[in-house]
């Protein structure tokens, strides 16, 4: 069935160039129409010089360079043409407008790469990839982002598919030709095998929560602490900024206040709170009740503690009302000071006025939470979908591997490994529904 063609901005607007492409069955005849002059004889993957002429009132539009690339040399699998025109918005609008005076329709998000997965250009999990590589907001989300597009990801994914349909045809074997000797010491193996692949998916699922949502969504980290403890001094001094003001009078922090830095190559947002202390004002109440509605969903709460005052109540009173899903870590600041109480062993030590203990307060919050991002060859696994899925897919496999120990019906480990090899093809896109990639494609930009 020959697909519509379609078009759109595939390049940021307002640069110097901007790029139009359009794809589909009828891509160069769409092209044909509105570009002038039309080689005689046009090469794939070559560079044309031109105009873009509207058909109806022969307006030229713009003066572009063009370039086809026939089908299925070209990302879509399709013909596809690409029109490099000038960045301006108003220009870019009406060479789109022209294509679809001819016949072309405007590509809906993620479309082009949704035709690139159907002809087979790329695996579910690369043309994932796409998508959070143009979103990576640092150098580790990027490097991550680019090794699935490497089809790493996929590769295991589908190798790990094929070792589960193995064991299946195997399980089929055994209900075909059931030999009492023999089956004994296959199922022996199959179960051997099923506690392996349950712990490489489990622990590539795992990744996700241990580093692949700090890559994709980046690490909250709330600073929490009585006033004056030196919460909005330590922002500063984390993100190397002078963003938060200080100020020796307690109460100076009224609103909460987020300040974006990069650790190691991984987005860190350090929400500054108001603090707490008796007598504090009605705007610094409101500022407490905001803060806390801000910082429930972080993934970590700094407890600043003054280290000549010590933990004393009004910190413990702050740590029992966290709530349970936010783990907290005690930072003991204003070691400098003489007469700096001694760090208990499970805080950190730092001043926020000489830096002192900063970076390892670092490395200590990224080993927490982000430990297989920074070990640079680990492969991480970084979408919910995709953690989801081999969630569900190792399950699967820990279900027949029991079924097998406890001696049940071998019919019953075979349906569970028909659901691990379904939850794979899933993500890797080999078994897949238009609903799942309809989920997927809306998160693109229109364009790619
Ligand atoms: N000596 C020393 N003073 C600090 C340190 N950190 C903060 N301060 C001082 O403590 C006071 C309160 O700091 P501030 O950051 O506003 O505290 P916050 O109320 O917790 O935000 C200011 O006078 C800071 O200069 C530190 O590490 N050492
Ligand atoms: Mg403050």
């Known amino acids: 069935m020959a697909s519509p063609t379609i078009c759109a901005i595939a390049s940021g607007i307002g640069g110097g160039i901007g790029i139009i492409r359009i794809s589909g069955s009828q891509a160069i005849q769409t092209a044909q129409r509105i570009l ?42 399709e013909d596809v043409i690409e029109i490099h025109g000038h960045g301006g918005q108003v ?146 001094a984390l993100s190397g900024s002078e963003r938060v003001l200080v100020d020796a009078k307690p109460g100076t922090t009224r609103d909460f206040v987020e300040v974006k830095a990069e650790w190691d190559g991984v ?77 208990p062993t499970d805080a950190v030590g730092v001043s926020a006025l000489n830096g002192w203990g900063l970076d390892v307060l670092r490395k200590r919050v990224l080993a927490r939470l982000a430990g297989s991002v920074t070990a640079q060859d680990e492969l991480v696994v970084t979408s919910a979908r995709q953690a989801e899925g081999l969630r569900l897919a190792a399950e699967a496999l820990a279900r027949a591997e029991q079924v097998i120990a406890s001696g049940c019906a071998v019919e019953m480990a075979a349906s569970e490994l028909r659901i691990a090899g379904a939850r794979l093809g899933e993500l890797t896109g080999e078994e897949v529904t238009d609903a799942v990639l309809d989920a997927i494609f809306s998160r693109f930009c229109v364009g790619k």
């Not at 560079?47 to 003066?63: F, K």
């Not at 000797?181 to 998916?201: F, H, P």
Request: a neutral charge.
């Open 36 to 77: 002038s002059p039309w080689p005689v004889e046009i090469e794939s993957h070559r560079l044309y010089y031109g105009h873009v002429i509207a058909p109806e009132s022969s307006e030229v539009i713009d003066q572009v360079l063009f370039v086809l690339m026939r089908g299925p040399r070209s990302y879509t699998g």
């Open 91 to 236: 220009t870019l609008r009406r060479i789109i407008e022209v294509c679809l005076s001819v016949g072309a329709r405007s590509a809906e998000p993620g479309e082009f790469t949704r035709r690139a997965f159907l002809a087979g250009k790329l695996d579910l999990t690369r043309a994932e990839a796409v998508a959070s590589l143009l979103g990576a907001q640092s150098v580790q989300a990027a490097r991550q982002a680019t090794r699935q597009l490497g089809g790493e990801l996929g590769a295991r994914l589908s190798q790990q598919r094929r070792q589960v349909t193995a064991l299946l045809g195997e399980l089929e074997g055994l209900l075909d030709f059931p030999d009492l000797d023999e089956d004994a010491a296959i199922l022996g193996r199959i179960r051997a095998k099923l506690s392996e692949l349950y712990a490489q998916l489990s622990s590539l699922g795992l990744s996700f929560r241990a580093g692949g949502k700090a890559l994709s969504s980046g690490l909250e980290l709330a600073l929490l602490g009585r006033t004056n403890a030196g919460k909005s001094s330590l922002v500063n």
């Open 267 to 343: 987005p860190v947002t350090l929400i500054d709170t108001a603090g707490e202390r008796a007598d504090k004002s009605e705007l610094e109440e409101q500022g407490l009740r905001l803060g806390q509605r801000r910082y429930s969903g972080a993934d970590l709460a700094l407890i600043v503690v003054d280290g000549k005052l010590g933990l004393g109540p009004e910190e413990q009173g702050l740590i029992s009302s966290l709530p349970a899903s936010l783990p907290y870590l005690v930072v003991w600041n204003k070691t400098d000071q003489v007469g700096c109480l001694p760090v």
